[in-house]
C-alpha cells in the first residue's frame, strides 16, 4: 500500500512548499505569544494577501454592515482560527486550481468544490464550537485532493464503460489499490496535518468508519453531499453521492438546514472564483 501511496502522489510531483508569507503568519497563529498585532503586520507585507483578506471580510459571506477597509481592522473581526483557514486555502489554491479531465472536472471546479465543502462543514459543525467548526473547513477544504493524483491515471481509461458506473470510490480501489479519500488522507499525513483531520479527510465518505474525526468527517461529508446538490464541481461521480445516516445524525442535518447552507455557500463559493481569478491574472 505506501509503495501504491508513493507512485500516486509522485504524478503531482512533490508537494510545493508554502510561500513565505504563509509560513510566517502560520508560525504567528501557532505562537501562544503572539498578537494580532503581529500577524496583521505579517499580512500586510503581501499585497495579494492583504487583498484576500479584505475582499473575505466584505464578502456576502460575512454580511457586514460597514466595509472594513485595514488588514489590522480585517484580522479583529475575522479572528486568528478562521485567517488560519484562509491563509491555508490561499496556500492550496493552486493545487486546486486545476483542470481534472478524469473526473471530468474543468478548472477551478475542484476549487469551487472544495471551497463550497469547506464552507458548508464550517457552518455545520459550528453547534459544536469554533474550534471544531474550523477543523471542519480545514478537513473540507483538503477532502478531495487525493483527486489531483488519480485524475491523471484516470484520462487513460475509458469511464464510459458499464464498469466504471458503480461509485468511484470503489472502482478507484478495485483498479489502483486505493481510493482518492485514502491517498487525500496520506497527502495530509505528510503535511505534518493533525490525526483528527487526517482520520476525516480518509472517511469523509464513511464517515461512521472514522475514529477520532467522526465528527469533522460527518460535517464534511454532509457537507459535500449539499455542494453536489447545488452543482458545485460534480464531475462523473456526483451522481453516486450516498449519505451516511449516522452522519447526518450526528450533526443534526434537517431541509431546513440544507436551506440555509445553500443561501450561505454560493456567495462564499463566488467570492472565492473572483479570487481565484484574480490570481491568475497576477
Not at 27 to 41: H, T, Y
Not at 115 to 144: M, N, P, S, T, W
Not at 204 to 222: K, R, T, Y
Not at 254 to 260: L, P, V
Amino acid at each position: 500500500m505506501n509503495s501504491t501511496l508513493d507512485k500516486l502522489i509522485a504524478h503531482i510531483g512533490e508537494l510545493p512548499p508554502l510561500p513565505v508569507v504563509t509560513q510566517k503568519a502560520l508560525d504567528v497563529i501557532r505562537d501562544p505569544n503572539s498578537s494580532m498585532g503581529d500577524l496583521a503586520k505579517i499580512l500586510s507585507m503581501d499585497e495579494a494577501m492583504t487583498s484576500l483578506v479584505l475582499r473575505w471580510v466584505n464578502s456576502a459571506y460575512y454580511g457586514l454592515k460597514y466595509p472594513v477597509s485595514t488588514v489590522q481592522q480585517a484580522v479583529t473581526f475575522l479572528g486568528q482560527r478562521t485567517l488560519h483557514s484562509l491563509v491555508l486555502a490561499a496556500s492550496v489554491a493552486s493545487l486546486l486550481d486545476r483542470s481534472a479531465p478524469g473526473y471530468a472536472l474543468e478548472r477551478g471546479e475542484l476549487w469551487r468544490h472544495s471551497i463550497g465543502v469547506a464552507a458548508g462543514a464550517r457552518l455545520i459543525a459550528a453547534k459544536f464550537g469554533q474550534r471544531i467548526a474550523e477543523e471542519a473547513y480545514h478537513a473540507g477544504l483538503l477532502c478531495d485532493i487525493g483527486k489531483l493524483a488519480f485524475e491523471v491515471l484516470l484520462r487513460n481509461v475509458d469511464t464510459s464503460t458499464e464498469e466504471w458506473q458503480g461509485d468511484f470510490k470503489e472502482m478507484e480501489y478495485i483498479h489502483f489499490g486505493v481510493d482518492h479519500a485514502t491517498l487525500g488522507a496520506e497527502m495530509a499525513r505528510r503535511w505534518r496535518l493533525p490525526n483528527t483531520l487526517v482520520d476525516a479527510i480518509a472517511h469523509h465518505h464513511n464517515p461512521s468508519e472514522a475514529d477520532e474525526g467522526f465528527l469533522l468527517a460527518a460535517a464534511v461529508h454532509v457537507a459535500d453531499a449539499a455542494a453536489m446538490s447545488l452543482g458545485i464541481g460534480i464531475g462523473k461521480d456526483g451522481l453516486q453521492y450516498i449519505l451516511d445516516e449516522a452522519a447526518c445524525e450526528k450533526v443534526g442535518w434537517s431541509d431546513s438546514m440544507f436551506n440555509d447552507l445553500s443561501a450561505r455557500i454560493i456567495p462564499f463559493v463566488e467570492e472565492a472564483d473572483q479570487y481565484i481569478r484574480a490570481r491568475r491574472k497576477s
